[in-house]
């Protein structure tokens, strides 16, 4: 194991230089030419913080708490946590992960990291939604991941719902479709009323129809395909922005049905970019990707610039979903990226949309 006394004895310096620099202290204690030495050599050698040392020394454990709600067995959302993973392995953090039911075991999970020393939490939910931080974590560094935190306690990272359902509907008028549905959900989502504002806005900017005869909101089964069936026969859509990937099975089903080519004589687009629905479909499926991977990396970022605000911020990396600054205050929206694969007019290749409005 390398340690500091060698860094030092290699570069000429003290130890208490090489600690400097090592720990991220350095600035305006150390030139800029022996900390940048210091670096190049600790890299050279394979050095590792030892992190029992460093708790002793910063009365920080070096692990972060992600307590989340049914996203450990969520399959696409399960990408939340590699995000978090990936950005807290950057700092020589480890997630530790409890999954919870949002109730009496939320509390008991909670206060099992405190036991462990943690020096911060994710709190992240399974889908986009209000929420009120859990009064044990309202004194401790924290962040909402895939939520918005209701009284603004703490920093959160959401999806963009609004441009969501906007990106979706123009691309959808971009490929030509004049008569826009949308199939919803059922369900009382705050992510369905702000996508269906984005789907309205889109076709007034357009000059096309808004009219409610061309909204379904439907369930799951046979249900949902008798509702799809009546809005292909009562308005005759040429265009469908669906609330997620899963509703567009539906549409699938009734184009061929009718006879009718997807992605020449119906245009669609849907929401989650799942894996199962959106590639196995055929053609398949153009879909706005929620950013998953982008939030939970994204949340530990700003998790770690709350527990040491003095320590440099890394460059954030290039991902689909353009990561918002670290520095934006309350809660954050993320601008979701649109991935082309077949299902519409415009969609000849599989391409990346940047979504701009």
């Known amino acids: 194991m390398i340690t500091m006394k060698q860094i030092a004895e290699r570069t000429g310096v003290s130890v208490s230089t090489v600690s400097l620099v090592l720990n ?57 946590i590699q995000g978090a993973q990936d950005a807290a392995a950057e700092r020589g953090y480890v ?26 939490f994710l709190f992240a939910k399974m889908y986009d939604q209000n929420v009120d931080l859990p009064q044990a974590l309202r004194s401790c560094p924290a962040v909402v991941v895939n939520a918005v935190e209701r009284a603004n306690r703490c920093p959160s990272i959401a999806p963009d719902e609004f441009l969501i359902g906007y990106d979706a509907t123009r691309h959808l008028i971009e490929s030509g479709s004049r008569r826009v549905a949308y199939l919803g959900t059922t369900q009382d989502l705050p992510a369905q009323e702000d996508r269906m504002r984005g789907y309205q806005t889109a076709l007034k900017e357009a000059g096309l129809p808004a009219s409610q005869a061309l909204i379904r909101l439907v369930g799951f089964n046979q249900e949902a395909m008798d509702q799809t069936n009546d809005l292909m026969d009562d308005q005759h859509p040429d265009g469908v922005f669906c609330f997620n990937d899963s509703r567009s099975f539906y549409l699938y089903q009734a184009a061929a049905a009718r006879h009718l080519v ?48 003095r320590r440099g911020a890394l460059p954030l990396p290039d991902t689909r979903a353009v990561l918002p600054p670290l520095d934006q205050a309350g809660g954050v929206r993320i601008h979701c990226a649109l991935i082309r694969k077949g299902s519409t007019r415009l969609d000849a290749t599989s391409d990346l949309v940047p979504a701009s409005r």
Request: cysteine-free; overall charge positive; proline content about 5%.
């Open 24 to 80: 991220g202290r350095d600035k305006g204690r150390v030139k800029s030419e022996i900390a940048r030495k210091v670096r190049n050599t600790a890299k050279t050698l394979g050095y590792r913080p030892n992190p029992m040392a460093r708790s002793l020394r910063t009365s920080k454990t070096g692990m972060l708490g992600f307590i989340s709600e049914e996203v450990a067995t969520t399959p696409y959302a399960g990408a939340i």
């Open 262 to 309: 997807i992605g020449r004589d119906l245009n669609l687009v849907g929401v989650d970019n799942h894996q199962v629905v959106a590639e196995t479909s055929a053609p398949p499926l153009t879909t706005v990707e929620l950013p998953h991977y982008e939030m939970g990396f994204w949340a530990v970022r700003r998790l770690l610039a709350q527990i040491n605000p």
């Open 95 to 120: 997630l530790l992960t409890v999954s919870t039911d949002g109730g009496i075991r939320e509390s008991e999970q909670i206060q099992a990291l405190k036991r462990y020393g943690v020096d911060g």
